[in-house]
């Protein structure tokens, strides 16, 4: 029987299984693809839990402090018996959750915390390590990470598990340099392309179901941004419900957060207009809404039961920074606490209800980063019950006049999805979930 | 569709519509949203022509070693039923080519006519489909349909047959160094061979089969290092063709813009054609100087304008769109009181002119 | 690009002239630095034609190649350029000075100088790459015995070529990008890849404004091209007869007055372009920036008898630390170009992560006596009128003096306040005039510099089995040396 064919949970045990089952085979590494919110790190505490079991020591490398104190904080729930050593630089100050668990040691050298079974840090600070050797590492975000990092830490592991999302925002430099293109080492690669690229036998696992994203939204992002490993929804269509505590008083901003609320997407359109980057009215626009759903007291109902969405479950997105600072000083004293942030910091992150300011709004023209599929993927797959984009209308037009010039290097593997193709199947769906403001 | 061909003929001013080859057809998809370029492109206007009437010759000679060295290259690389490029498809990609079988399909004897060409390449593209004869078919006419007129590629590829399945192979003379070339030239000749894979496609299709069967992996067939020698590299066309057929399918839309011209428009030579062809808006960027035969007047009329466009796509981008120079000017002096939906751009403008007063004190 | 160079842009274009995008010389240029104008046959590869170049302008030098496809005259090209551009190497180093010797004890040496490369555009670097790849290899005895100076050549030239994508680098410079970090002309970036049409923005001839300049230099009868490739019709109309006259003659003076009167229009502008850059004042983090090009200097030189020819591409090691060099380059380049010049920094003050003003209140002497022992913590108030884009409690700097630190605790209605932790001195009153008085204009930033520190590698031999395991010793094959170059 086909995974499709099993229930949601089976499918994605089944698949958690094989993993599970592959360490114990002769692998150097397993690779995992998880599209967004499909327990990447349920996964990563599973294989933690097993490993450890097995009575093998192991390494976790993560790309931030906050992915690090995140898996810290699951394992310790999880786990409390696994003893895991913290390993940080000289200026980090151990977050509440840390401090919290007792089961964890924080340190700065590798040898305070050597007989732990479990050492998690960054990968940065594991590439500041000369020595020292673990049998196992867990390596995730394992897309995020450059292969550059992953050639510093390497002499490190033994063998590996990789855990990533391939849709999500490519590793990026401030420099531009091509002398590397179409090498398998290319340093500016991600981690997992170039191991795959040394190592193309390795096995490929793909989870199968987002538990994050709703009924709603889980086709919507596998067509566009997964179009051959798609994914599907652990819950069915009744099994999410965004209820509002204030009834709406039939103003754009509640006609769209009521559309979001029934169909899990609201496109809140603007007028068509070439705009700066920080396009005053569409940013108040998207505090607005983020103020408003929180105005109206919004309830989460799930398949864990109901539960009111405070700021703290609230995200806002965005694609550069000053337009993050712009919504921020917008959002004001009535949206304290809700997160509002870049595509590249919000990867990784899960909120109940998100608001985006599309990356394409207000443009003539649109660069590759404008279009990189990964920036619209983050945005588009926070949530797991509504996603509010908002943006300025005349984005089609915008991709219709796209020139398409881009130069190809010789032995660079074709990314998929492109952009521009992801853009215009987002779009297409938000289309029929489209709220005109001041209308 | 159909209903605009005569429009589009009488735009031409009773000139023969111009030969398409891949090139003209991959530089459709340069500047997609130029209303201008789009109109000649769909009537098969002469832009050359055009632009040498208006004063302004597109300036893209080739220099005679180029072609020489294009032309040396690819004579060497075909010589002897393409012994050299059989060889490399063997040992260079590992391909088993059982014993090779060359067509050239440009030479039909007693008969010059492109009808007569393209009907013996489907004939042999046909028998090949069914009966996996032969291998290498050079020079294969194909057609394809621009803006719903059926025009002829002129053939400057191989197609190469294995196992059923068929492959483009271009050669070109750009050199490909350590296993890299120049990307723009690798980009070019990629979107160039989408046009042949699409239209193979077409008529494969055509033919009852499988449009599958023609591979989006094309084989670039290039010289290696500093020398003659020639290497192949397997290029994945997808993104390529993607964008071809979607800009092939958007000049079909060309109807919607010819029908708001002025019924007599046309861009026959006389003094009415600098006119005519500011009739058809354009959306000129410097990028343009690279691939439109326009671009120069294009660039004038931009500049005579004080368009912010003229000074690039991401100039115009940092002033939020404002169109005009001197009215961003304006706005940045202050001297011009913003409509509503300038005041954010023109604050910031504002703001920029006084940082750099400042910074450049005495200078300025 | 930024809205603050794209005003520019607009000045420009509106007063005929271009206009300034920096206040100081943001690059390195030498007493004698030797200014290379390449050219190369269309069509092929690294075909070298024509080569002028010389220390002086009165004196240019022209190598060139009377039938390019003659494999012999190349090499005999080759030969020619070495012998200039090794003279130069040797005689811009300088003497060896003695430096604190490193942790292990070892001597540690720097030449005071360094040779500089001026070039017209990227594409010759493209081009000396191209021809540094052709003939590194190539092998001074055996079949295809070439002159000593040729791999040599090929060796430096792939060292400068390397060299020029380190960002902040003045080894080997082109005069377009150094110009264009300075100015700003009425037309695009794309156009201003022309040097002689960039050249008459900046610097436009009597009678003609910065548009008709360029106008005329668009026309390649009148400027012809800065090379590396030669105009088409130059090639059709002039070198194909001269080159078939020498192959019919073996007299190649035709051949050679055709590439000079080519030659000779770009090699002018090429000195006055190097004017005007060093009439502009030199930026404070010049010297030490071409300190670091010296010490990559005397590190390759002083190892260049034992080296091999760089490999053709990079092992994976030594990628990854080649990007890690080429970021942390990036990453100082871009905030020293800050701190030296307000027009820069008036960028960061656009973008609100930097912001300047006239210190209008605050608390000079102010002690934070919170603590065990008090300390020297000032607050000064600074009326701003820029758009703020930091949050409070962001660490700050003073742009005139990066020493002097700070935070912001407040942003209100009149301005920022920001408390200062150091660079004060270390009593309990201020040095004196360490901390800015009422009235005083200053700039404080978010930015720092160099806060990326060197990173730690493997060693080749421990290539990790996920970039494919240790890559072989890299040794000079026969083949390479054989390699044909036709």
């Known amino acids: ?93 151990p977050s509440e959750r840390v401090l919290a668990a007792p089961s964890v040691k924080v340190a700065q050298k590798a040898d305070d915390v050597a007989e732990r079974p479990v050492v998690i840090a960054t990968a940065a600070k594991w590439a500041t390590l000369s020595e020292g050797s673990w049998p196992w590492a867990i390596v995730d975000e394992a897309y995020q990470m450059r292969s550059d990092m992953l050639l510093r830490i390497a002499g490190r592991f033994e063998r590996a598990l990789f855990v990533g999302d391939p849709g999500q925002l490519d590793p990026f430099s401030t420099v531009e340099v091509e002398r590397w293109a179409g090498l398998s080492w290319d340093p500016m690669r991600s981690a997992v392309s170039v191991l795959l690229a040394h190592n193309p036998d390795l096995p490929v696992h793909r989870l199968p179901v987002s538990w994050r994203l709703p009924a709603s939204a889980a086709p919507v992002v596998s067509r566009a941004f997964y179009p051959f490993t798609g994914f599907r929804a652990g819950t069915g269509p009744g099994d999410r419900r965004l209820e509002f505590g204030a009834r709406g008083m039939g103003t754009a901003h509640d006609r769209a957060l009521d559309e979001a609320a029934a169909s899990g997407w609201a496109l809140y359109e603007l007028p068509a207009r070439h705009t700066l980057r920080t396009d005053a009215e569409a940013v108040q626009a998207t505090a607005d809404l983020a103020v408003r ?90 949530h797991r019950h509504a996603c509010v984009m908002v943006a300025r209308a005349g984005i089609p037009e915008l991709l219709d006049a796209h020139p398409s010039t881009e130069p190809v290097r010789l032995g660079v593997p074709v990314k998929f999805p492109d952009g521009w193709e992801a853009n215009q199947s987002v779009l297409a769906h938000l289309a029929a979930h489209r709220v005109a403001a001041g209308s | 569709m159909t209903e605009t061909a005569p429009d589009l003929d009488r735009l031409r001013g009773g000139a023969p519509p111009r030969n398409h080859d891949a090139r003209t057809i991959a530089a459709l998809t340069a500047n997609p949203g130029c209303a201008r370029r789009g109109v000649m492109d769909a009537a098969g206007v002469d832009k050359d022509a055009v632009a040498r009437q208006l004063g302004f010759p597109a300036p893209y000679g080739q220099s005679q070693f180029a072609i020489t060295r294009g032309n040396v290259f690819e004579q060497q690389v075909k010589a002897d039923g393409c012994a050299e490029l059989l060889t490399l498809l063997r040992d260079r990609l590992g391909l088993t080519v059982p014993e090779a079988r060359y067509d050239d399909l440009e030479e039909v004897a007693g008969s010059e006519s492109r009808e007569m060409r393209h009907a013996r390449t489907r004939r042999l593209l046909a028998r090949a489909l069914e009966t996996g004869e032969g291998t290498l078919f050079d020079h294969p006419l194909l057609r394809l349909e621009i803006g719903g007129r059926a025009v002829y590629l002129e053939p400057d590829v191989i197609a190469f047959q294995l196992a059923g399945r068929f492959h483009v192979v271009e050669i070109k003379s750009f050199a490909v160094i350590d296993g890299q070339a120049e990307p723009e030239q690798v980009a070019a000749a990629a979107r160039q061979s989408a046009v042949y894979v699409l239209a193979l496609r077409r008529l494969v299709a055509e033919l009852g089969h499988d449009p599958a069967r023609v591979a989006h992996e094309v084989f670039l067939v290039c010289p290696e290092n500093f020398t003659n020698r020639p290497t192949a590299t397997p290029v994945d066309v997808r993104p390529q063709l993607a964008v071809v057929e979607r800009q092939l399918a958007r000049l079909t839309r060309v109807d919607e813009i010819v029908a708001a011209l002025p019924a007599d428009l046309t861009f026959a030579p006389g003094a009415a054609l600098p006119e005519s062809v500011r009739a058809v808006q354009a959306r000129y960027a410097p990028e343009c100087m690279a691939s439109c035969e326009m671009a120069f007047f294009c660039r004038d009329e931009a500049r005579a304008c004080g368009a912010t466009g003229a000074l690039g796509r991401s100039v115009r981008d940092d002033l939020g769109g404002v169109d005009s120079i001197a009215m961003a000017l304006a706005l940045a002096e202050g001297t011009l009181e913003p409509a509503a939906e300038l005041a954010e751009t023109a604050a910031q403008l504002r703001t920029a002119t006084r940082l750099r007063r400042e910074a450049l004190g005495g200078l300025h | 690009m930024s809205v603050l160079s794209s005003l520019a842009r607009l000045e420009a274009a509106a007063t005929g002239r271009a206009q300034p995008v920096a206040t100081v010389r943001h690059c390195h240029l030498a007493g004698a630095p030797l200014v290379m104008i390449p050219l190369k046959l269309a069509g092929e590869a690294a075909a070298p034609l024509a080569v002028m170049l010389g220390r002086d302008r009165a004196e240019p030098a022209l190598l060139v190649v009377p039938q390019p496809r003659n494999r012999d005259l190349r090499f005999a090209f080759a030969a020619d350029l070495a012998k200039i551009v090794l003279e130069h190497i040797e005689a811009s180093r300088g003497a060896a000075e003695a430096l604190a010797p490193g942790k292990d004890g070892e001597e540690r040496f720097r030449y005071t100088d360094a040779p500089q490369i001026l070039l017209p555009n990227p594409g010759g670097v493209g081009f000396l790459a191209r021809l540094g790849r052709s003939t590194r290899f190539r092998s001074t005895e055996g079949p295809y015995a070439v002159e000593p100076g040729v791999p040599a050549l090929g060796r430096w030239l792939t060292w400068f070529a390397d060299r020029h994508d380190h960002p902040g680098s003045s080894l080997l410079l082109t005069v377009t990008e150094a110009l264009r970090l300075h100015w700003a002309t009425g037309q695009s970036s794309l156009e201003d890849g022309n040097l002689a049409a960039l050249m008459g923005w900046i610097d436009p001839p009597d009678g003609l404004d910065g548009a008709a300049a360029a106008a005329r230099a668009e026309d390649p009868v009148v400027c012809p091209p800065a090379g590396p490739a030669t105009d088409p019709t130059f090639d059709n109309e002039v070198l194909a007869p001269a080159i078939a006259s020498y192959d019919e003659t073996g007299h190649e003076q035709r051949v050679r007055t055709a590439l000079e009167g080519q030659l000779a229009p770009t090699w002018d502008l090429m000195w006055r372009a190097v004017d005007l850059l060093r009439a502009l004042p030199e930026g404070a983090s010049v010297a030490k920036r071409w300190e670091r090009d010296r010490d990559g200097f005397t590190w390759f030189h002083r190892n260049f008898d034992e080296g091999v020819p760089q490999p053709r591409r990079d092992t994976a090691v030594r990628a990854a630390r080649r990007l890690h060099d080429l970021e942390r380059a990036q990453d100082a380049y871009e905030a020293q170009r800050a701190f030296d010049d307000p027009l820069i920094m008036a960028e960061h003050r656009l973008n609100g992560q930097a912001f300047g003003g006239v210190v209008a209140g605050g608390d000079p002497a102010r002690l934070d006596e919170s603590g065990k022992r008090p300390k020297l913590r000032p607050h000064l108030l600074i009326a701003t009128a820029d758009p703020v884009r930091l949050d409070t409690g962001t660490a700050v700097c003073n742009a005139a003096r990066p020493g002097l630190k700070g935070k912001i605790v407040d942003i209100g209605p009149d301005g920022v306040t920001v408390e200062l932790t150091g660079g004060m001195g270390n009593r309990l009153t201020p040095a004196p005039g360490s901390v800015p008085e009422l009235g005083d204009r200053v700039v404080f930033t978010s930015l720092t510099g160099g806060s990326f520190g060197p990173a730690r590698f493997p060693d080749r031999e421990s290539t990790p089995w996920t970039h494919g395991g240790p890559p072989p010793e890299y040794v000079p094959a026969d083949e390479d040396a054989q390699e044909e170059w036709s």
């Open chain 1, 1 to 93: 029987m086909t995974l499709d064919a099993l229930p949601p949970a089976e499918a994605a045990g089944r698949v958690v299984d094989a993993v599970l089952a592959d360490l114990a085979r002769d692998h150097r590494g397993v690779i995992v693809d998880s599209p967004p919110g499909a327990g990447k790190s349920t996964l990563v505490v599973r294989a933690t839990a097993h490993l450890a079991a097995a009575g093998e020591r192991m390494m976790i490398v993560a790309q931030t402090n906050e992915q690090v104190d995140d898996l810290i904080e699951r394992i310790a729930a999880k786990h409390p018996d696994i003893e895991v050593g913290r390993l940080s630089a000289s200026g980090y100050v």
């Open chain 1, 293 to 382: 759903l929180l105005q109206r007291g919004p309830v989460a109902h799930a398949e864990g039961g109901a539960a009111p969405v405070g700021p703290g479950r609230i995200a806002v997105g965005a694609a550069h920074r000053d337009q993050v600072a712009a919504i921020r000083d917008a959002l004001g004293p009535d949206g304290a606490g809700i997160t509002v942030d870049t595509a590249n910091r919000l990867q990784g992150r899960e909120y109940d209800v998100t608001v985006v300011l599309h990356p394409l709004s207000g443009r003539r023209d649109a660069t590759a980063f404008h279009l990189e599929a990964g920036r619209l993927c983050v945005l588009a797959s926070r």
